[in-house]
């Protein structure tokens, strides 16, 4: 573990140092006190952009995959006007006019709320304390109601768990804690909210903030250092060469 010399630069700020100097060890001081936030904030980021890097989070925590494989919902806006091009072409061609589009979701069945309220007031009671429940109403009309109940800041999912209940007597069929899901599952959705520091609240968001800015601040630095050492590189390149020339040594014979 490096530990840290306060009477270095390296850890402790010059606020007297200008130039070079003060960028040296500004870019050296928030590049040591900010690395270990910024590999979460950075990695976390990495996890939920990728499919690759989900999958090697329930991988290394042997953990099962999710149904959908870890894959990401990618919008379908380019292959729209990619076929909108194609059914022009083809009936521009002498073809036949395209199908009508499939109906929108507000044109679609409507969900079944039976139960809903008998339900909701099961949830309602079941934790003593909560502050925020969301309710996922499912396509069958013979499923259960799946309860989210937050107890945290809606931001924190070690505080939230998932209760189904019964939509035809209204009781509770199964509770799911946070720590009953698999490590894999738990580890994906901490991610999400370690990246922006609401899993920590307020306090965590402020810290997310502070180090965002301190990255912001090594760029800075970083191209600051680089301008000054090409500048310095290059009035030493456009200096003129002086060659000294040494005396000559008269040789002087003895008789």
Not at 113 to 130: C, F, I, N, P, R
Not at 213 to 230: D, N, Q, W
């Amino acid at each position: 573990i490096y530990q840290c010399d306060w009477s270095s630069d390296v850890c402790s700020s010059d606020l007297n140092a200008q130039g070079k100097a003060r960028d040296f060890n500004w870019h050296n001081v928030v590049g040591v006190w900010a690395w270990i936030p910024l590999i979460l904030i950075v990695g976390s980021a990495v996890e939920m952009s990728y499919d690759w890097a989900k999958m090697l989070v329930y991988e290394a925590t042997s953990s099962p995959a999710p149904p959908d494989g870890g894959k990401k919902k990618k919008k379908k806006g380019g292959d729209k006007k990619g076929k909108r091009a194609e059914n022009r072409a083809e009936v521009a061609a002498g073809g036949d006019p395209p199908n009508s589009p499939p109906p929108r979701r507000n044109q679609e069945a409507a969900l079944d709320y039976t139960g809903l309220d008998k339900a909701l007031d099961t949830t309602v009671h079941h934790q003593s304390e909560w502050t925020f429940v969301r309710v996922r109403v499912p396509e069958s009309p013979n499923a259960p109601f799946n309860f989210t109940i937050d107890r945290g800041n809606g931001a924190q999912p070690q505080e939230a768990g998932v209760l189904s209940v019964s939509r035809e007597t209204g009781e509770a069929l199964r509770w799911t804690p946070f720590s009953a899901q698999t490590l894999g599952h738990q580890v994906d959705e901490l991610l999400r909210y370690i990246h922006t520091g609401e899993v920590l609240g307020a306090a965590g968001q402020t810290f997310a903030a502070i180090v965002t800015a301190g990255a912001a601040l090594l760029v800075y630095t970083g191209i600051a250092l680089s301008i000054r050492r090409f500048l310095a590189w290059w009035r030493r390149r456009s200096r003129p060469k002086t060659h000294d020339k040494k005396p000559s040594r008269e040789l002087v014979g003895v008789s």
